[in-house]
């Protein structure tokens, strides 16, 4: 599989299929940072942070989550990749809700063992997280 390719993709929470979403492969070519550069021309952007306090997501350049958002005639589809070192998963859901718990579920590990600075009064769980663990991290105005 290429780092960047057009498949034929099933649907997470729905378990549609859908033709011609973009995927992210495995990428041992080069580092994190320049797998970063590579899928931001193709509609993906990498989380730096998550929760209500921006706890880090990931371990840069290492260990990072990229979302991406499209469309088809239905509605819209969410995607997520992470990278571990060039190994990279791909998944698509039908609803924010199943990404948000997909990334929630991704930084609960990254803090639980470590490879990120997270809370310091995590659950045994990611299901046990109260909710300002589990949304985007938004910068306040400082106005």
């Not at 931001?40 to 371990?59: M, P």
């Not at 991704?106 to 803090?111: M, R």
């Amino acid at each position: 599989m290429t780092a960047v390719s057009k498949k034929t993709v099933t649907v997470a929470d729905t378990q549609e299929t859908i033709d011609g979403l973009t995927v992210l492969g495995d990428y041992h070519m080069n580092g994190g940072y320049d797998w970063m550069e590579l899928i931001e021309e193709h509609g993906w952007a990498v989380l730096s942070s998550w929760g209500s306090d921006g706890w880090d997501l990931g371990q840069w350049p290492y260990v990072m989550v990229a979302v991406t958002r499209t469309a088809d005639s239905i509605g819209n589809l969410f995607g997520i990749a992470t990278y571990c070192e060039g190994d990279v998963t791909c998944t698509y859901y039908r609803t924010k809700a199943r990404l948000w718990d997909a990334i929630t579920e991704q930084a609960f590990s990254s803090w639980k063992n470590g490879q990120a600075q997270g809370p310091a009064d995590l659950p045994e769980a990611a299901a046990e997280l109260p909710s300002r663990y589990r949304m985007p991290y938004a910068v306040q105005d400082a106005a």
